[in-house]
């Protein structure tokens, strides 16, 4: 069984500074990538940032420069670092992560449970 358990999001006002963390446990043979998407309320889930397990990084246009991406492939860990908040970044922010549990799976799709980012003064 494959856990993802996000963590950091809260209330911030525009321009403020926030960091997401996800951890990765369970069952893990490999990690191909992990990602954030979020999902804005009457919106569809939307990719926010994406690494690679080589380094490889990519992000939404719409955060580009105010959002980094990394990951601590020891600990299975992936963060967010989001800078410049703005109003229009509230959502609830998903991690994700496409990864094998053993030798020889297929490579599954898993989700953390969100966590909510609003950005209001």
């Known amino acids: 069984q494959v856990q993802l358990v996000e963590s950091g999001g809260g209330l911030v006002q525009p321009g403020g500074s926030l960091r997401l963390s996800c951890a990765a446990s369970?069952?893990?043979?490999?990690?191909?990538?992990m990602g954030w998407y979020r999902q804005a309320p009457g919106k569809q889930r939307e990719l926010v940032a994406s690494?690679?397990?080589?380094?490889?990084?990519n992000y939404a246009d719409s955060v580009k420069g105010r959002f980094t991406i990394s990951r601590d492939n020891a600990k299975n860990t992936v963060y967010l670092q989001m800078n410049s908040l703005r109003p229009e970044d509230t959502a609830v922010y998903y991690c994700?992560?496409?990864?094998?549990?053993?030798?020889?799976?297929?490579?599954?799709?898993?989700w953390g449970q969100g966590t909510q980012v609003t950005v209001s003064s």
């Open positions: 690494i690679i397990s080589g380094g490889s990084t």
């Open positions: 994700n992560a496409r990864l094998q549990r053993y030798s020889g799976d297929y490579v599954g799709n898993y």
């Open positions: 369970g069952s893990i043979f490999s990690i191909n990538a």
